[in-house]
T-cell receptor, first 111, second 111 residues
Framework: GEDVEQSLFLSVREGDSSVINCTYT??????LYWYKQEPGAGLQLLTY?????DMKQDQRLTVLLNKKDKHLSLRIADTQTGDSAIYFC???????????FGKGTRLHILP | NAGVMQNPRHLVRRRGQEARLRCSPM?????VYWYRQLPEEGLKFMVY????????ESGMPKERFSAEFPKEGPSILRIQQVVRGDSAAYFC?????????FGQGTRLTVV
């Protein structure tokens, strides 16, 4: 089945760009997602990308997909303190319609 | 994600009692996922349902756990004879192509 991996921690200075990386195993995954979870809260769907796309930009967020390497990244430009959260990468596993999540990357903003 | 309603937000149960977690999906969504999140971990898939039908329950423990999504009313995740290891945040999501939208979760504490 699908397996999604991401690094657990990232520290970035306020104003810099944050890049969170993720790898997945199922090459037939159709949709890949980024979710944000703030402390004590649910998951907020930040953005998603369809597997036939290489890049998607939405304001400060840029998603890059390298389908050959099964690598997904989320870039947050001009990182702010409000961006401090856990970011989950997820993939829609085709055939069984399950969304499989990584363990999440905790983004810490340095002043 | 405000459209997916979960209740209660917090639930305390003594060992051996039953826990019932409810989820009302977003309007127009007929599919529901349940996930469990343990402290400092990602989300583990439990079950995927549509109204009156379990599509995939491969992530559900074989004993004590059950889920339903009746024709009328919310989806229910039921945990019988709870144990301390059941303490976790349980998230429900309702799906609409292409994304899944999450509720705020129910935090179950077993004492």
């Amino acid at each position: 089945g699908e397996d999604v991996e991401q690094s657990l921690f990232l520290s970035v200075r306020e104003g810099d760009s944050s890049v969170i990386n993720c790898t997945y195993t199922d090459s037939s995954s159709t949709y890949l997602y980024w979710y944000k979870q703030e402390p004590g809260a649910g998951l907020q769907l930040l953005t998603y990308i369809f597997s036939n796309m290489d890049m998607k930009q939405d304001q400060r967020l840029t998603v890059l997909l390298n389908k050959k390497d099964k690598h997904l990244s989320l870039r947050i430009a001009d990182t702010q303190t409000g961006d401090s959260a856990i970011y989950f990468c997820a993939a829609l596993s085709t055939g069984d319609d399950k969304i499989i999540f990584g363990k999440g990357t905790r983004l810490h903003i340095l002043p | 994600n405000a459209g997916v309603m979960q209740n209660p937000r917090h639930l305390v149960r003594r060992r051996g009692q039953e826990a019932r977690l409810r989820c009302s999906p977003m309007k127009g969504h007929s599919h529901v996922y349940w996930y469990r999140q343990l402290p400092e971990e990602g989300l583990k898939f439990m079950v995927y349902l549509q109204k009156e039908n379990i599509i995939d329950e491969s992530g559900m423990p074989k004993e004590r756990f059950s889920a339903e999504f009746p024709k009328e009313g919310p989806s229910i995740l039921r945990i019988q004879q709870v144990v301390r290891g059941d303490s976790a945040a349980y998230f429900c999501a309702s799906s609409s192509d292409p994304g899944a939208f999450f509720g705020q979760g129910t935090r179950l504490t077993v004492v």
